[in-house]
């Protein structure tokens, strides 16, 4: 913006009023000033998006903000609006034709672009960009880049083509969480070769973990019900059961089921719901989490076994993020494992089928017998070529299975389980 400010206090006083920063919010800010790619790894809540705001004010030219949801697109320009910031504007599915091509004849006027991915990938979109001068490219909820997240969302994987029609601009990868892995994918993919990494510790000392042996798990759900007051959520392996469960809680609580199945205007309204407290409880697939910013969630049910530690971690850190004590709890029962090996095992026998049809006549795979995974795969398949997917496939069947190996080994340990994780 051309102001000069004497620290980056000052800039920070005068752009949110805030008299401090949260934990790594200034290095990260130091850090793209000195114009190095940033990748940081930070817990929801803990104030990314000021980074890629104050750094995006302090250097010259457009931010454009990769967001995978409409929903979090429409919460980060409702902020800025309400910190007094006009020039920001959302490019997705919500626009129409006219509403898109204004946007796109005026960047200029703008400070702030978010943009999905999808829009993203569009040539028209790239070519009006690659005019302006870009200040910053920031991808928010990086993890999604990474097929061994449940967010994955394929478009991510073409951001590079942005990257080299934007010439390389500086950019900062955000997320809440990513393992060694996803880390060095996101790095390779969207990163130059050395980008700075600022992580916080994962351990979050006001929420209680508890893991609860127990063999008849609704009697204990209910149990947990009368002595946990306030938002909850229950999350279970599959929309299947996370429906089963709602019949069985609907007469006696405010709740509410909220899966990848239900539609997104759906959705969105849970959340609003649930975020005013007209409802107490959600019943949820790990589809619920992304984005969510109620910040006094006071518990975090397992009902049923996480697939990995790493979702795991993500889905109790939604609990308290107000700072108050909170209860992370999971219950367990014998052979609950079971559904993740049948799901891994529906995978591979979906993508042997795929392989088989495939290498007898890969003209005849068309849409009306293939699954949705496997039409997903197919489009996929179309930008990265068959053999580097399909191992990328089975190098993630593999990583699944040792992924739920950790999460059990978890289960049964008996050393703290804090220290454990
Ligand atoms: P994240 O993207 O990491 O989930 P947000 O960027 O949405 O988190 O920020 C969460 C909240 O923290 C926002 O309400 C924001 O205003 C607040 N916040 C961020 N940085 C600071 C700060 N330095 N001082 C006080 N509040 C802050
Ligand atoms: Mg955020």
């Known amino acids: 913006d051309q102001l000069a400010f004497q620290s980056l206090e000052d800039a920070l006083k005068h752009y949110y009023g805030f008299t401090s920063f949260r934990p790594l919010q200034k290095e990260i800010i130091q850090a793209l000033l000195a114009q190095k790619d940033v990748l940081a790894l930070l817990p929801t809540g803990t104030g990314k998006s000021l980074c890629y705001q104050l750094a ?21 320009v409702n902020n800025l609006w309400a910190l007094g910031e006009k020039r920001v504007v959302a490019l997705n599915s919500l626009l129409d034709k006219s509403e898109k091509a ?7 006027n703008y400070k702030f672009l978010f943009l999905s991915p999808e829009m993203a990938s569009q040539e028209a979109v790239i070519q009006s960009l690659s005019q302006q001068k870009i200040a910053l490219l920031v991808i928010d909820e990086a ?52 980008p700075i990494v600022f992580e916080q510790p994962i351990d979050r000392q006001n929420i209680f973990l508890k893991v609860m042996h127990v063999t008849d798990k609704f009697a204990a759900l209910t149990q947990l019900l ?20 709602y019949q069985q809680l609907k007469s006696t609580y405010q709740v509410a089921y909220y899966h990848g199945g239900l539609a997104g205007n759906q959705r969105q309204l849970l959340q609003a719901q649930f975020k005013a407290n007209q409802l107490q409880l959600l019943i949820a697939t790990n589809a619920f989490g992304m984005g969510i910013d109620k910040a006094d969630i006071r518990f975090v049910i397992h009902y049923e076994l996480p697939d990995s530690l790493e ?24 052979k609950d494992e079971q559904i993740h090996y049948f799901l891994q095992e529906q995978q591979k026998n979906a993508r042997k089928e795929y392989e088989a049809w495939y290498e007898q006549a890969p ?18 398949i179309q930008k ?21 190996k950790q999460m059990l080994a978890f289960i049964h340990t008996q050393a703290c389980r804090r220290q454990w994780l």
């Not at 204004?102 to 960047?107: D, E, K």
């Not at 993890?143 to 950019?171: A, M």
């Not at 393992?179 to 969207?190: A, F, H, I, P």
């Not at 580097?388 to 299975?401: C, G, V």
């Open 143 to 194: 993890h999604c880049i990474s097929q061994w997240g449940v967010d994955f969302r394929p478009e991510y994987r073409n951001l590079h083509l942005l990257k080299e029609s934007l010439q390389q601009p500086l950019t900062l990868a955000l997320t809440a969480s990513a393992t060694q892995k996803v880390k060095e994918e996101l790095t390779t993919l969207l990163l130059s070769n050395q």
């Open 102 to 108: 204004y946007v796109l004849a005026h960047l200029s």
């Open 363 to 380: 003209a005849l795979l068309n849409a009306a017998y293939l699954s949705e995974q496997q039409l997903k795969w197919q489009q996929q």
């Open 56 to 76: 995006g004010y302090l250097l010259e030219g457009l931010v454009v903000i990769i967001s995978p949801l409409v929903s979090l697109m429409e919460d980060q």
């Open 226 to 245: 009368t002595e946990n007051k306030g938002a909850g959520i229950i999350y279970c392996a599959t929309r299947k059961r996370v429906e089963a469960l």
């Open 384 to 404: 990265e070529g068959y053999a580097a997917f399909m191992q990328r496939l089975k190098d993630s069947e593999l990583t699944k299975r040792q992924m739920l």
């Open 311 to 334: 979702n795991y971690v993500q889905e109790i850190g939604r609990a308290g993020r107000d700072g108050q004590q909170s209860q992370a709890i999971l219950l367990y029962q014998e």
